[in-house]
């Protein structure tokens, strides 16, 4: 059973920087690309960034590029996101998920675990 807890949400000021986190149980982290997705009120749930197995892939939605930044430590079976310069249209829950393969890619329906979510608050 693979289990998904996003952590490291919170209230910030636009400008600001927060660093989500998702510790993942089960066995074989390390074959699954990761994701983050994010999903403001009324709004569909979005793609954010994606990191490939080993990390030496990344893929991220053209808003956040240059201020996101998603990375991997198979040891510890966690994933990161680092926001900076957060902006008020980044508020949303973000989720985190885990690929049914290798490859970081950006279609909801590649990603067959998903974390409860994290809220992010950004204030103008």
């Known amino acids: 059973q693979v289990q998904l807890v996003e952590s490291g949400g919170g209230l910030v000021q636009a400008g600001g920087s927060l660093r989500l986190s998702c510790a993942a149980s089960?066995?074989?982290?390390?074959?699954?690309?990761m994701a983050w997705f994010r999903q403001a009120p009324g709004k569909e749930r979005e793609f954010v960034a994606a990191?490939?197995?080993?990390?030496?892939?990344?893929r991220y939605v053209d808003s956040v590029k240059g201020r996101f930044s998603i990375s991997r430590d198979n040891a510890k079976n966690t994933a990161y996101l680092q926001m900076n310069v957060l902006k008020p249209e980044d508020t949303a829950v973000y989720y985190c998920?885990?690929?049914?393969?290798?490859?970081?890619?950006?279609?909801?329906?590649?990603?067959?675990?998903w974390g409860q979510g994290t809220q992010v608050t950004v204030s103008s």
């Open positions: 089960g066995r074989s982290f390390s074959s699954y690309a």
């Open positions: 990191i490939s197995w080993s990390g030496g892939g990344t």
């Open positions: 998920a885990r690929n049914k393969g290798p490859i970081a890619t950006p279609g909801r329906d590649d990603y067959g675990y």
